[in-house]
């Protein structure tokens, strides 16, 4: 059975840091390509970051300069750490892992609630 489990959400004032982490089960990890997605409230959810199976990195535009992705492929986790955070920011944060072969492989956790708010 596969696992993705997100920890490391909460609330935190404009300008602080968070660092959310993923770990995976029943899955070759190093295989996959990880992501982290955010939807905020009434919003599409959208691609935050993502970094592949060769450790390729790519950001949204938005948060290019502040967040940072990277894996541990030892320990089957995916992290992002977030740096001056800011109001738009707030949305709740899914960790997604894709395996492209003959069709796309793809499973989400359960996401965690990032808030930013003075």
């Known amino acids: 059975q596969v696992q993705v489990v997100e920890s490391g959400g909460g609330s935190v004032q404009p300008g602080g840091s968070l660092r959310l982490s993923c770990v995976t089960s029943?899955?070759?990890?190093?295989?996959?390509?990880m992501g982290w997605y955010r939807q905020a409230p009434g919003k599409q959810r959208e691609l935050v970051a993502q970094?592949?199976?060769?450790?390729?990195?790519n950001y949204a535009d938005s948060v290019k300069g502040r967040f940072t992705i990277s894996r541990d492929n030892a320990k089957n986790t995916v992290t992002l750490r977030m740096n001056n955070l800011k109001f738009e920011d707030t949305a709740v944060y899914y960790c997604?892992?894709?395996?492209?072969?003959?069709?796309?492989?793809?499973?989400w956790g359960q996401g965690t609630q990032v808030t930013v708010s003075s």
């Open positions: 029943g899955i070759t990890f190093s295989n996959y390509a």
């Open positions: 970094i592949t199976s060769g450790g390729y990195t």
């Open positions: 997604n892992a894709q395996y492209h072969d003959f069709g796309l492989t793809e499973y």
